[in-house]
Protein backbone atom coordinates (compact mmCIF):
# COMPACT_ATOMS: atom_id res chain seq x y z
CA UNK A 1 0.00 0.00 0.00
CA UNK A 2 3.10 2.14 0.57
CA UNK A 3 4.93 1.48 -2.41
CA UNK A 4 1.66 2.36 -4.46
CA UNK A 5 1.74 5.83 -3.36
CA UNK A 6 5.05 6.56 -4.67
CA UNK A 7 4.57 8.90 -7.63
CA UNK A 8 7.51 7.03 -8.96
CA UNK A 9 5.51 3.43 -9.49
CA UNK A 10 4.88 3.37 -12.66
CA UNK A 11 0.62 2.95 -13.23
CA UNK A 12 0.76 -0.48 -14.77
CA UNK A 13 2.71 -1.78 -11.77
CA UNK A 14 -0.07 0.19 -9.75
CA UNK A 15 -2.86 -1.71 -11.26
CA UNK A 16 -0.70 -4.99 -10.53
CA UNK A 17 -0.28 -4.71 -7.25
CA UNK A 18 -4.03 -3.15 -6.74
CA UNK A 19 -5.16 -6.70 -8.32
CA UNK A 20 -2.45 -8.64 -6.33
CA UNK A 21 -4.06 -6.84 -3.20
CA UNK A 22 -7.51 -7.69 -4.32
CA UNK A 23 -6.52 -11.70 -5.07
CA UNK A 24 -4.85 -12.01 -1.31
CA UNK A 25 -7.78 -10.20 0.48
CA UNK A 26 -10.19 -12.68 -1.38
CA UNK A 27 -7.98 -15.86 -0.19
CA UNK A 28 -7.89 -14.49 3.51
CA UNK A 29 -12.04 -14.08 3.14
CA UNK A 30 -12.12 -18.04 2.19
CA UNK A 31 -9.69 -18.65 5.41
CA UNK A 32 -11.52 -16.64 8.12
CA UNK A 33 -13.84 -18.88 8.74
CA UNK A 34 -11.47 -22.09 9.21
CA UNK A 35 -9.58 -20.10 11.56
CA UNK A 36 -12.64 -18.97 13.13
CA UNK A 37 -13.37 -22.64 13.67
CA UNK A 38 -10.08 -23.91 14.74
CA UNK A 39 -10.41 -21.23 17.42
CA UNK A 40 -13.97 -21.80 19.17
CA UNK A 41 -13.05 -25.79 18.93
CA UNK A 42 -10.89 -26.08 22.08
CA UNK A 43 -13.00 -26.32 25.48
CA UNK A 44 -12.73 -23.65 28.30
CA UNK A 45 -10.71 -24.53 31.31
CA UNK A 46 -13.18 -25.05 34.16
CA UNK A 47 -11.07 -22.56 36.18
CA UNK A 48 -12.64 -19.17 36.38
CA UNK A 49 -9.54 -17.52 36.08
CA UNK A 50 -8.03 -19.34 33.18
CA UNK A 51 -11.20 -18.84 31.45
CA UNK A 52 -10.82 -15.45 31.21
CA UNK A 53 -7.07 -15.50 29.94
CA UNK A 54 -8.56 -18.15 27.52
CA UNK A 55 -11.53 -15.87 26.24
CA UNK A 56 -8.67 -13.19 26.27
CA UNK A 57 -6.83 -15.32 23.84
CA UNK A 58 -9.41 -16.33 21.73
CA UNK A 59 -10.98 -12.54 20.81
CA UNK A 60 -7.16 -11.04 20.65
CA UNK A 61 -6.75 -13.83 17.61
CA UNK A 62 -10.36 -13.34 16.37
CA UNK A 63 -9.31 -9.51 16.38
CA UNK A 64 -6.17 -10.12 14.62
CA UNK A 65 -7.67 -12.14 12.13
CA UNK A 66 -9.90 -8.83 11.37
CA UNK A 67 -7.06 -6.81 10.94
CA UNK A 68 -5.39 -9.35 8.73
CA UNK A 69 -6.58 -7.50 5.83
CA UNK A 70 -5.81 -4.60 3.24
CA UNK A 71 -9.30 -3.65 2.94
CA UNK A 72 -10.33 -3.58 7.00
CA UNK A 73 -12.76 -0.92 7.92
CA UNK A 74 -11.91 2.17 9.77
CA UNK A 75 -13.51 2.33 13.88
CA UNK A 76 -13.33 5.73 13.42
CA UNK A 77 -12.04 6.49 17.70
CA UNK A 78 -13.81 3.16 19.16
CA UNK A 79 -11.29 0.41 19.81
CA UNK A 80 -11.83 -2.60 18.30
CA UNK A 81 -13.83 -5.73 20.32
CA UNK A 82 -15.30 -8.64 19.62
CA UNK A 83 -17.54 -10.84 21.50
CA UNK A 84 -16.33 -14.48 22.49
CA UNK A 85 -19.49 -16.65 23.71
CA UNK A 86 -21.38 -13.80 26.40
CA UNK A 87 -18.15 -12.31 27.14
CA UNK A 88 -16.53 -8.74 25.26
CA UNK A 89 -13.03 -8.63 24.36
CA UNK A 90 -12.06 -5.17 23.56
CA UNK A 91 -8.24 -4.48 22.01
CA UNK A 92 -6.80 -1.20 23.60
CA UNK A 93 -3.42 -1.20 22.32
CA UNK A 94 -0.99 -1.86 25.31
CA UNK A 95 -3.62 -3.87 26.97
CA UNK A 96 -7.34 -5.48 26.69
CA UNK A 97 -9.90 -5.80 28.72
CA UNK A 98 -13.08 -8.67 29.02
CA UNK A 99 -15.89 -8.09 29.94
CA UNK A 100 -17.92 -10.83 31.77
CA UNK A 101 -21.61 -11.35 31.33
CA UNK A 102 -22.05 -10.20 34.88
CA UNK A 103 -19.84 -6.95 33.62
CA UNK A 104 -16.51 -7.68 36.01
CA UNK A 105 -13.77 -6.35 34.07
CA UNK A 106 -10.50 -7.66 33.51
CA UNK A 107 -7.60 -6.56 31.99
CA UNK A 108 -4.96 -8.49 29.75
CA UNK A 109 -1.20 -7.91 29.17
CA UNK A 110 0.64 -10.44 26.87
CA UNK A 111 3.99 -11.44 27.85
CA UNK A 112 6.59 -13.16 26.13
CA UNK A 113 8.60 -15.67 27.33
CA UNK A 114 12.31 -16.31 25.21
CA UNK A 115 12.25 -19.63 23.08
CA UNK A 116 9.43 -20.95 24.97
CA UNK A 117 6.31 -18.56 23.34
CA UNK A 118 3.81 -16.37 24.32
CA UNK A 119 0.62 -15.79 27.22
CA UNK A 120 -2.05 -13.78 28.39
CA UNK A 121 -2.57 -12.87 31.61
CA UNK A 122 -5.42 -11.38 32.99
CA UNK A 123 -6.38 -9.60 36.52
CA UNK A 124 -9.63 -7.90 37.57
CA UNK A 125 -10.02 -3.97 36.76
CA UNK A 126 -10.13 -1.78 39.37
Known amino acids: MLTMRDDAVRPDRVKEMT ?3 VQMDEEIAALKPV ?3 QLAA ?3 ESDPGQRI ?4 TRGMLSLALDGFSSNKTVRGF ?3 STKVGQFVVTDLGAFSTV ?3 E ?5 CFVFGVPE ?3 GVKCEPAK
Do not use: N, V
Not at 103 to 107: A, I, P, S
Open 19 to 21: DEL
Open 35 to 37: IRT
Open 42 to 44: PRF
Open 53 to 56: EDTA
Open 78 to 80: EPP
Open 99 to 101: RTP
Open 103 to 107: GHMFR
Open 116 to 118: EGA
